[in-house]
């Protein structure tokens, strides 16, 4: 099946600092989703992206879709210490089949700020 | 943002017993699915349903069963739990047709002594 290098695995940043983490693959996909989860609670959906070239905001955070499909980005603009958590990033590739509608999933960024 | 929940939030039971993990949604989502976690790990899918009375593996072997008798209903059992069990246990619904974004409830915490 799909799947999804998400980049980098953890990150240690400063308060205030901004974020990069990017998810890429071999194959293409139609769809992007970036999602959030806290310690011990369920990721929260914080971005959808639908088009290639596509670039969506959400606060301090700013997605892209690649223009190639292969590929999307996430920015977090001035970090803060509630951002801390595990960012995952999950596609959707053209001939989906099987399960969950094949939403493909990353193994998630670790986010972890020092005040 | 979906009304989806979770119960129990955290369940500590011995080995051999059997449990079941309770899911509702209530947004008239059709589709619903369950996947394992392991802490700070990926997500690993184990089931999933398009709808009433239909249930599907995922990608991830797993004992436990599932059923779908409602549409906001879609209950996890083990019918013997053991260690190897602990996990954390995420619920996700998305809305019928062409919805494609999940949802997830909060987790169940499951840890087998």
């Known amino acids: 099946g799909q799947q999804l290098n998400q980049s980098p695995q953890s990150m240690f940043i400063q308060e205030g600092e901004d974020v990069s983490m990017n998810c890429t693959s071999s194959?293409?996909?139609?769809?992007w989703l970036w999602y959030k989860q806290d310690p011990g609670e369920g990721p929260v959906l914080l971005i959808a992206?639908?088009?290639?070239?596509e670039l969506t905001s959400n606060g301090r955070l700013t997605a892209q879709f690649g223009i190639t499909r292969k590929d999307s980005f996430l920015n977090i603009s001035a970090s803060i210490p509630s951002d801390v958590g595990i960012y995952f990033c999950?596609?959707?590739?053209?001939?989906?089949?099987?399960?969950?509608?094949?939403?493909?999933f990353g193994k998630g960024t670790h986010l972890i700020i020092q005040p | 943002e979906a009304d989806i929940y979770q119960t129990p939030r955290y369940l500590v039971i011995g080995t051999g017993k059997k449990i079941t993990l309770e899911c509702s949604q209530t947004?008239?989502?059709?589709?619903m699915y369950w996947y394992q976690q392991d802490p700070g790990m990926e997500l690993h899918l184990i089931h999933y349903?398009?709808?009433?009375?239909?249930?599907e593996k995922g990608d991830l072997s797993s004992e436990s069963t599932v059923s779908r008798i409602r549409t906001e209903h879609f209950p996890l059992t083990l019918e013997s739990a053991r260690p190897s069990h602990t996990s954390q246990y995420l619920c996700?619904?998305?809305?019928?047709?062409?919805?494609?974004?999940?949802?997830f409830g909060p987790g169940t915490r499951l840890t087998v002594t």
């Open positions: 996700a619904s998305t809305a019928r047709g062409t919805g494609i974004e999940q949802y």
């Open positions: 194959s293409i996909f139609n769809t």
């Open positions: 992206l639908y088009k290639a070239g």
């Open positions: 999950a596609g959707l590739p053209p001939y989906s089949g099987g399960g969950a509608d094949g939403l493909t």
């Open positions: 947004m008239g989502h059709d589709k």
């Open positions: 349903s398009y709808g009433v009375n239909s249930t």
